[in-house]
Each structure stands twice: as structure tokens, then as C-alpha cells.
């Protein structure tokens, strides 16, 4: 019953941005904590992004800061990961997931896989010239 369904994933040149949206359907994202990880193929499940639902604080892995943005758009129960200055090693399949948990996001643990409940299934992003 509960959803979210990744989109925005694509092929893209070294330097170029993409957009992924992560949007849930059967529950009201806004009183959720939300993440994005990200999975290379023989690599460990890394998070990148996440965003709390009490105070909207944000955290971005040392990695993507600086490139990559995280946002809210409550009206569609839609959360964006802006991806900027993509590079090859960015290459992956990202994932969003949820948690009803306010403040998650205020450090780095809110990047840590286990603490979120509800998981979409992946949208591939390849960084290639």
C-alpha cells in the first residue's frame, strides 16, 4: 500500500545534471524523513542525500556536496534529488527510502540504510563521455 517510485535515471556525459524524483503514493510523504542511496555493481549501499520532516534540515555525503541538492514538493508528495557535475564514479542505482522519524537528517546518520522502513525499487544512473 505504501510506495515510492524512483524516476529520472538516464545516461549522461561527464559534467551533466539529472533530476531524479522520488514519488509516493498510499501515505503522506511530508511526515516522513526521506533518503537517497545509491549501489554500484561489487559495492556496498551508500547514502547520499536525505531531508527530515520536522525541520526540513538536510544532509549530503562529503562526496556530493556542493553538486547535488535534495528537495520537497508537498503539493505532489514528491521528493528531488538535483544531480549536478555528475562524474563516473557517480554511476549507480539510486534508491529513495522513508522513514516516520522527524530530525533523521540532522547528521550523518540519517545516510544509514537501517533506519528507513519503506524502500522503491531503483532507477540506474550511468555517467559515461
Known amino acids: 500500500q505504501l510506495q515510492l517510485v524512483e524516476s529520472g535515471g538516464g545516461l549522461v556525459q561527464p559534467g551533466g545534471s539529472l533530476r531524479l524524483s522520488c514519488a509516493a503514493s498510499?501515505?503522506?510523504?511530508?511526515?516522513?524523513?526521506i533518503g537517497w542511496f545509491r549501489q554500484a555493481p561489487g559495492k556496498e549501499r551508500e547514502g547520499v542525500s536525505c531531508?527530515?520532516?520536522?525541520?526540513?534540515?538536510?544532509y549530503y555525503t562529503d562526496s556530493v556536496k556542493g553538486r547535488f541538492t535534495i528537495s520537497r514538493d508537498n503539493a505532489k508528495n514528491t521528493v528531488y534529488l538535483q544531480m549536478n557535475s555528475l562524474q563516473p564514479e557517480d554511476t549507480a542505482a539510486y534508491y529513495c527510502?522513508?522513514?516516520?522519524?522527524?530530525?533523521?537528517?540532522?547528521?550523518?546518520?540519517?545516510?544509514?540504510?537501517?533506519?528507513?522502513?519503506?524502500w522503491g525499487h531503483g532507477t540506474q544512473v550511468t555517467v559515461s563521455s
Open positions: 498510499g501515505f503522506t510523504l511530508h511526515y516522513y524523513s
Open positions: 527510502a522513508a522513514v516516520f522519524l522527524p530530525g533523521v537528517c540532522r547528521g550523518v546518520a540519517g545516510t544509514s540504510p537501517w533506519r528507513y522502513d519503506y
Open positions: 531531508i527530515s520532516s520536522s525541520d526540513g534540515s538536510t
